[in-house]
């Protein structure tokens, strides 16, 4: 299985998702933001960081970065785009996903493991996987999910939500929010689900020795269901 | 010709910036201020001599890039 890791200047986080990636099966490529072309995947991820400094809005200028072009096609055509952190807000801004990402509500940057709670299995991110709750790493600023009244609406018709904040038995409630967004909406899928956006790290959790293993099941399982 | 910008965040995004900005100016004595709301200014010159058509520039660069209309609003306040 092939996969390919977008590096954008600011990137922070394309190094371990490459290292994540390989450890899991996949043959992992980096790919420059100024390339025109995707080399053949089976999976491109967008990856944590700050690209472009965070200027005018995270992700904004990203998502028009040569590369942009190739990886919406390639979404569009179905291929599976993961974006995680940063790459959540390249995603949004791209509008590959609905929504957008705010400033924390509190105004705070978090750094901190989370419980999230995945809500739908049927998509090829998460069929498989044999638990709901994870615990994950979350390290961000502007991660605050927003959409309008009728977007939410669209989003929940169509079970576009990947996955909640919650506490360690799965509870949904706003005091396991982190950030203030909408219905504690921590990912997201678009409409077809090959596109996934969320916020927490799993690539910070596939070894023991770090904080969990929580990530080495979600990419094992990754794998295995796109063989 | 130099082309303003406002970008605000649209009336039912909460501001949280606004919101501290406004409790730190109730904090120094500014008493009765009902709401701040932050936004971004822009100042762009653009090689076009016809007001209307720089506006009509602007605009576009606003609809695809310097907001993003899930959250903001924006406005042409003046041309010269």
Same mark, same amino acid.
């Given at each position: 299985m092939k996969s390919a890791v977008i590096t954008f200047p @600011?990137?922070?986080?394309d190094r371990d998702m490459h290292i994540a990636l390989n450890k899991f099966g996949f043959k992992n490529k980096i790919v420059w933001h100024n390339d025109n072309e995707l080399p053949k995947s089976d999976l491109v991820v967008l990856p944590g960081g700050f690209s472009y400094g965070? =200027?005018? $809005?995270? @992700?904004s200028m990203a998502s028009k970065s040569a590369i942009m072009q190739s990886v919406i096609n390639f979404a569009k055509s179905g291929g599976l785009v993961m974006g995680i952190c940063n790459g959540f807000q390249i995603l949004v801004e791209s509008g590959l996903v609905p929504g957008v990402l705010l400033r924390n509500k509190y105004l705070e940057f978090i750094c901190k493991n989370v419980f999230v709670k995945i809500d739908?299995? &049927?998509? %090829? =991110?998460? !069929? #498989?996987? &044999?638990?709901?709750i994870f615990e994950f790493h979350i390290a961000h600023n502007e991660g605050n999910y927003f959409c309008t009244n009728d977007q939410l609406k669209e989003i929940e018709d169509n079970n576009q939500v990947a996955i909640y904040y919650c506490n360690k038995n799965g509870k949904t409630e706003e !005091?396991? #929010?982190?950030? @203030?967004s909408v219905k504690n909406i921590a990912g997201i899928f678009n409409k077809e689900k090959n596109v996934l956006g969320m916020? %927490?790290? %799993?690539? $910070?959790?596939?070894?023991q020795s770090l904080s969990g293993e929580d990530g080495s099941l979600f990419f094992k399982n990754l794998i295995n269901n796109i063989k | 010709m130099k082309v303003s910008a406002v970008i605000t965040l649209k009336k039912?995004?909460?501001?949280p910036q606004g919101k501290v900005i406004h409790q730190t100016l109730d904090g120094m004595?500014?008493?009765?201020?009902?709401e701040v709301r932050q936004g971004k200014y822009f100042e762009i010159d653009v090689n076009e001599n016809d007001p209307k058509k720089a506006q009509k520039i602007v605009e576009d660069m606003c609809n695809k890039?310097?907001?993003?209309?899930v959250i903001e609003n924006y406005k042409i306040i003046e041309i010269q």
């Amino acid at each position: 299985m092939k996969s390919a890791v977008i590096t954008f200047p @600011g990137s922070n986080c394309d190094r371990d998702m490459h290292i994540a990636l390989n450890k899991f099966g996949f043959k992992n490529k980096i790919v420059w933001h100024n390339d025109n072309e995707l080399p053949k995947s089976d999976l491109v991820v967008l990856p944590g960081g700050f690209s472009y400094g965070d =200027y005018l $809005r995270c @992700g904004s200028m990203a998502s028009k970065s040569a590369i942009m072009q190739s990886v919406i096609n390639f979404a569009k055509s179905g291929g599976l785009v993961m974006g995680i952190c940063n790459g959540f807000q390249i995603l949004v801004e791209s509008g590959l996903v609905p929504g957008v990402l705010l400033r924390n509500k509190y105004l705070e940057f978090i750094c901190k493991n989370v419980f999230v709670k995945i809500d739908n299995k &049927d998509n %090829p =991110y998460f !069929k #498989n996987l &044999d638990k709901e709750i994870f615990e994950f790493h979350i390290a961000h600023n502007e991660g605050n999910y927003f959409c309008t009244n009728d977007q939410l609406k669209e989003i929940e018709d169509n079970n576009q939500v990947a996955i909640y904040y919650c506490n360690k038995n799965g509870k949904t409630e706003e !005091k396991f #929010n982190p950030n @203030g967004s909408v219905k504690n909406i921590a990912g997201i899928f678009n409409k077809e689900k090959n596109v996934l956006g969320m916020m %927490p790290h %799993p690539e $910070r959790m596939i070894d023991q020795s770090l904080s969990g293993e929580d990530g080495s099941l979600f990419f094992k399982n990754l794998i295995n269901n796109i063989k | 010709m130099k082309v303003s910008a406002v970008i605000t965040l649209k009336k039912e995004v909460l501001d949280p910036q606004g919101k501290v900005i406004h409790q730190t100016l109730d904090g120094m004595g500014f008493k009765g201020v009902n709401e701040v709301r932050q936004g971004k200014y822009f100042e762009i010159d653009v090689n076009e001599n016809d007001p209307k058509k720089a506006q009509k520039i602007v605009e576009d660069m606003c609809n695809k890039l310097l907001a993003n209309l899930v959250i903001e609003n924006y406005k042409i306040i003046e041309i010269q």
